[in-house]
């Protein structure tokens, strides 16, 4: 069914997910834009709708969406639906299997699971959604396994071997496969092997959890070490290991499985030999280290192409999924390691903040994430060796390539591949590809003239080939003769450089002037990729009219397609070769105060989406300073597509806005420099992005300095301290907000004071000192009011509660926090409000209302896991668990607190996890179960000894001590 991506899709999935039953316009919206909806999100679903019903025409099943008050039911036989068919035959099988029909119910599954195409819901983008779609992934799962047990039973070991290898490697943590798998390899003979089976498994989950493996595997691996025969299917008795029931076990973090690649070559060409060579040597054999593939060759040869096509057939042989990342080693700025790391990282599920800083620990943390998976990585454009070692993972499992212009000879047992020019066979496949063949057999003379003109330059040869494609009336011959008319020294064309520049002046003067300087203009911008807007700000011109020219820059081949954002709009970028070309044309025809104009208008649009994606995350312009830096505005309509998730959008766009701020800085933008800067805090803040905060912010800082922009210093010193407060770094936060403080004083800006004073007031309040905390507080409190200011306005309060609550005045904090949560819903800060609601549960907790601190973290549990929050879900995990421990259920705390470190060693937060074990500690000591007490206290101990955590690492020591005194 085809289906335009976007809001469609998920109407759909919500649709299907409730099938023959009625789903409300609210939940559809919910469902689309979580909780960030725009005014006009009732009409857009009604268009989906309307869409939607013209496409079910076209499907050979009887199903419509009716309206049914108060939203809409998709009617559909349920025999349409897979997932009920799935349901059913599962049903079905487990009534065969209780009458003792193993086969018939091993069979029903094996039909059952044949209806799966992949993940529930892959590629529809919805929070709302995404629960129940990891419920249906986790049925299948559960169906599997309880298929392969039946198999297990007919004997089938040998043949579940393999299945069971791969679905162990894509699952590492599910225990009842790891056993099935145990008992089918002792079963075929192969008893060492089913040990190693274990011993993997249970590495993995030290390694990953911080836990032992569970009582049934360790019974399992008893039973194989002592060769027990009761295991042989032979017998009356036979075991099989089994996982805990997914409803006694807690949530564990999910994993997620990458898929980076960009788009394949549909007509790619050639370099069969080298397909097949590095075809064979990464799917070669047993492997003892990882598979490194290095592609080189000079710029235009087609490294990338053969690249991207080689790893879309490898892809299947990567079920853990495959990491892209272009380092941009020909360009003047590099991608260093650690953003790389940075990146891949977070695509593999784990959160901002736990991301760790070094590049070290960037790359411990990223292998060990990678071991024992099978996984893809694909580095493109790489400079050094040195640029890419932090990038391997060290499984023998995962595989890499790599396109260079160096051979990268420095990394050990890399398979290099060289490419070099096309030969004219491949020459004249490539050109009759995109010109079609019967005009390539028609003039197989001047085809041949052709190839040997552009020296089999893939690059070149693209480049032709695409003006003959548009002027089907042109013969070959005729281009052969504008070719030779045109550029006197043509047999150059097979000397690197030279020849694609003349090859690109061919195609570039054949435009007309107005797409040649949108060509030229589109290189004043360091973007990585380029947003189909972009052209609109660079011409100063409708945005449809200039997405039209950018499209016919694609024609031309002088700009790529990079993929599809998700509003549906195409993305693009140049090669690397064509965007030294369009500035070299750039400085010919373009002055400097042309050129710097242009850069004003295309940083202003950055801007401007950028200040109305925070208004929309925040509900206004809340403790957000702006500049005077004019704006270049995009029509509400597509500014609403851009934005349908602010969120998203600012992680999507995040090296080009970065990128964006440097380059003001650069070029002595300072006003829009410092206000794109400080706006784009709501990203760097929310994901943990510490380095581009810093980064940004000291590029921008020294562009006012030079420029004596006094309000711009101010406002990034503020963020600046900020950001210090949040890294606990108080030696460098206090400088920069005592600095900003008095400077906006003196320009009496009393908001900008407001923000440093609210800020200088959590340093003070951090080092002990709560009056002066609470004076400085106070006057952030008289600013924000004065502005409006409501986001700042509850910090405030919740900070004011929080002195309150350390001097023991509960009802006084209470009464401050209740207010500071009326205020934080006027807005759309749903962060703000977890973080006031956490507050509120202390001052309950603190003052013995246990049940009302009970309701107040549960309410914050489910609403971080709404939004996401995995961090946020641990502490209010942990929250519980305190809160159930005063409660006397000692149960429920243990098992709270439990989840809670499963979480934080889940997302690496070794240190984290820690603290939450000191807390389990004391749980399992009232308990008295003392001995699993002391060796929790204990390991929560060493890792704050080689953390060096000196506070904590003293309270660990004294629960231990106490422990051992207990004997």
């Not at 316009?25 to 009732?42: F, G, M």
């Not at 800083?357 to 960037?362: A, N």
Request: proline content about 4%; charged content about 25%.
């Amino acid at each position: 069914m085809p289906i335009a991506p976007g809001r469609q899709p998920i109407v759909l999935g919500a649709l299907l997910l409730e099938a023959n039953h009625i789903v409300s316009t609210e939940h559809l919206i919910d469902a689309v834009w979580d909780e960030d909806p725009p005014s006009s999100a009732r009409s857009q679903v009604q268009i989906c709708i309307s869409a939607l019903r013209r496409l079910l025409t076209l499907l050979p099943v009887e199903a419509e969406i009716v309206r049914r008050s108060p939203g809409y039911q998709l009617s559909i036989t349920p025999e349409d639906l897979d997932s009920y068919c799935f349901e059913s035959l599962v049903h079905e099988a487990g009534n065969l299997a209780q009458a003792e029909d193993i086969l018939g119910a091993a069979e029903m599954l094996r039909e059952a699971l044949s209806l799966w195409r992949g993940p529930a819901l892959s590629g529809v983008a919805s929070q709302v959604l995404e629960s129940k779609a990891l419920r249906l992934d986790e049925s299948r799962l559960t169906a599997h396994e309880t298929c392969i047990n039946l198999e297990l039973e007919l004997g089938r070991h040998r043949e579940l071997i393999g299945e069971l290898t791969d679905l162990v490697q894509r699952n590492a943590l599910r225990e009842r496969l790891r056993g099935q798998l145990m008992l089918a390899l002792y079963r075929s003979g192969r008893q060492a092997e089913a040990l190693d089976v274990y011993r993997a498994g249970r590495t993995h989950l030290i390694e990953e959890l911080g836990l032992e493996p569970g009582e049934e595997l360790r019974q399992l691996e008893s039973a194989i070490l002592a060769g027990d025969e009761s295991l042989l299917l032979d017998r009356p008795a036979h075991a099989t290991a089994t996982a805990a029931s997914a409803s006694e076990q807690p949530a564990v973090l999910l994993s997620v499985t990458p898929h980076q690649l960009p788009t394949d070559i549909p007509d790619f060409t050639g370099h069969r030999s080298l397909i097949e060579t590095a075809e064979n040597f990464l799917r070669g054999g047993e492997a003892e280290a990882v598979r490194i593939v290095v592609i080189s060759g000079k710029a235009g040869v087609g490294k990338s192409s053969l690249a991207v096509h080689l790893a879309h057939r490898l892809s299947g042989e990567f079920p853990n999924g495959e990491l892209y990342r272009d380092l941009r080693g020909s360009q003047p700025q590099t991608v260093p390691p650690a953003d790389t790391l940075g990146t891949f990282l977070r695509s593999l599920g784990i959160p901002g903040p736990a991301v760790p800083s070094s590049v070290e620990e960037r790359t411990a943390t990223y292998r060990s994430m990678l071991a024992n998976t099978q996984t893809l990585v694909m580095l493109e454009d790489v400079e050094s060796e040195a640029q890419v070692v932090p990038l391997l993972p060290g499984s023998a499992g995962c595989a890499v390539i790599i396109t260079s212009r160096a051979r990268l000879t420095g990394l050990p047992g890399a398979l290099q591949l060289p490419v070099e020019v096309m030969d004219q066979e491949q020459s004249l496949e490539l050109i009759g590809k995109v010109i079609g063949p019967d005009r390539v057999a028609a003039e197989p003379e001047a085809a041949a003239a052709l190839t040997q003109v552009v020296g089999g330059l893939p690059l070149a040869l693209r480049i032709v080939a695409a003006r003959l494609a548009a002027r089907p009336h042109w013969s070959l011959a005729s281009m052969v003769g504008r070719l030779a008319d045109e550029r006197h020294r043509l047999d150059e064309l097979a000397h690197g450089e030279m020849v694609v520049r003349k090859s690109l002046s061919l195609t570039y003067e054949s435009m007309d002037e107005r797409t040649r300087r949108l060509l030229r203009l589109l290189s004043v911008a360091e973007s990585v990729t380029i947003p189909a807007w972009f052209a609109g700000a660079l011409l100063d011109d409708d945005v449809y009219r200039a997405m039209d020219r950018l499209e016919q820059l694609v024609d031309d081949q002088m700009l790529d397609v990079a993929g599809v954002d998700a509003g549906g709009d195409p993305r693009y970028k140049f090669h690397g070769l064509i965007r030294v070309f369009t500035r070299e044309r750039l400085h010919e025809h373009e002055d400097e105060p042309t050129r710097l104009t242009v850069l004003g208008r295309v940083t202003g649009a950055w801007l401007h989406i950028a200040e109305e994606a925070h208004r929309r995350l925040h509900g206004g312009d809340y403790t957000l300073l702006h500049g005077s830096a004019p704006r270049w505005t995009l029509p509400g309509h597509h500014l609403d597509r851009l934005l349908e998730s602010p969120l998203d959008w600012l992680e999507r766009e995040r090296g080009n806005l970065c990128a964006a701020v440097m380059q003001a800085a650069d070029h002595g933008l300072d006003e829009a420099c410092w206000d794109l800067a400080v706006t784009l805090v709501s990203l760097f803040e929310t994901r943990s992005y510490f380095e581009d905060w810093q980064h940004t912010h000291e590029r921008a800082l020294i562009a006012t300095r030079s420029a004596g922009n006094v309000r711009g210093m101010s406002a990034l010193m503020c963020s600046l301290g900020s950001m210090h407060l949040n890294q606990r770094r108080t030696s460098l936060a206090r400088p920069l907000l005592e600095s900003a403080l008095a400077q906006f004083r003196e320009l009496g800006d009393e908001h900008g004071t407001a923000l440093a004073s609210r800020n200088l007031g959590l340093l003070h309040y951090r080092q002990g000192e709560l009056d002066r905390a609470a004076e400085l507080y106070r006057q952030a409190l008289a600013g924000f009011r004065l502005h409006t200011d409501l986001v700042g306005e509850a910090h405030v309060l919740a900070n004011m509660a929080q002195i309150e609550l350390d001097l023991q005045q509960y009802a006084a904090a209470e009464e401050r926090l209740n207010r500071a949560l009326e205020i934080v819903r006027e807005t759309s800060s749903r962060r703000v409000e977890a973080q006031v609601l956490n507050k509120l549960c202390k001052t309950h907790l603190l003052s013995g209302d246990y049940e009302r601190a009970e309701q107040v973290e549960g309410t914050v549990l489910r609403m971080v896991r709404d939004i996401g929050d995995i961090i946020g879900e641990s502490y209010a995990l942990q929250n519980l668990g305190i809160v159930y421990g005063r409660q006397r259920k000692f149960d429920t705390s243990e098992r709270m607190l439990r989840q809670a470190v499963e979480v934080r060693e889940g997302i690496m937060d070794h240190l984290g996890a820690s603290q939450i074990r000191l807390d389990l500690a004391e749980i399992l000591t009232v308990k008295g179960d003392t001995t699993e007490a002391l060796a929790v206290a204990e390991k929560a101990l060493a890792m704050f000894q080689e953390r060096q955590a000196e506070q904590w690492s003293r309270r660990a020591d004294e629960i231990v001590a106490a422990l051992l005194d207990r004997g």
